[in-house]
Structure formats: C-alpha cells, structure tokens
Nanobody, 123 residues
C-alpha cells in the first residue's frame, strides 16, 4: 500500500517563504513522476508543479513559475516544494501526488494522494 505524508507548510507573511515535503512509502518511488497540487477554499484542486522520475524535467503552473521550486531525493523517497515570494493567493491546502504510469515525464493521472498540509499567507 502506497502512502504519502506531507509535512511543513504553516503561516507566512506575503513575500516570505515556506517549504513543504512529502515522504512516500510502500512503492517504487524513484520510477514515478511526482506532483504538488493545491486546493483553496471553495475552489477546485489545481496543479502547482511536477517533477519526472529522474528529476530532470520540472513543470510549473504559470501562477508559481519563478517563485516555487520542486525537487526530489530518490534515496529518501521524498519530494519537496520550496515556495518563495509568497502571495495571499497561495493560501491553500497543498497535496502531493504520485503519477500512475511508470517513467512518466509529468503527472497526468494521480494514482495516490497525500492527506494535505495547510499553507496560509497573510497580507
């Protein structure tokens, strides 16, 4: 059984930084693309960033490009999201997800989700 556990997040002021992490257990983590998604109150869950299985291909939503950075540590089965220059509109629950297909370059169909971690940015 694959399990994803997010950690980090919290509260920051606008312009500040936060990071979130996701630890994956129970699967062959290094072979799968990973992604970060977020869901704000009253809104649908949206894509934030993805990283392919080697870490060589990264994709970002336009809203976070240049401010957020995704990375992974395959030896530790972890994926990270560094969030800089935070804005109040970044406030959301952040989820990590595992792509369902092996060796994918991005996340198109999440097979497993974490429970989410709250990020709140005050103005």
């Amino acid at each position: 059984q694959v399990q994803l556990v997010e950690s980090g997040g919290g509260v920051a002021q606008a312009g500040g930084s936060l990071s979130v992490s996701c630890t994956v257990s129970g699967g062959t983590f290094p072979l799968y693309a990973m992604g970060w998604f977020r869901q704000a109150p009253g809104k649908e869950r949206e894509f934030v960033a993805s990283i392919n299985w080697t870490g060589g291909t990264k994709k970002y939503a336009d809203s976070v490009l240049g401010r957020f950075a995704i990375s992974r540590d395959n030896a530790k089965n972890m994926v990270f999201l560094q969030m800089n220059s935070l804005k109040p509109e970044d406030t959301a629950v952040y989820y990590c997800g595992v792509e369902g297909k092996i060796f994918a370059e991005t996340v198109r169909q999440v097979e497993y989700w974490g429970q989410g971690t709250q990020v709140t940015v005050s103005s």
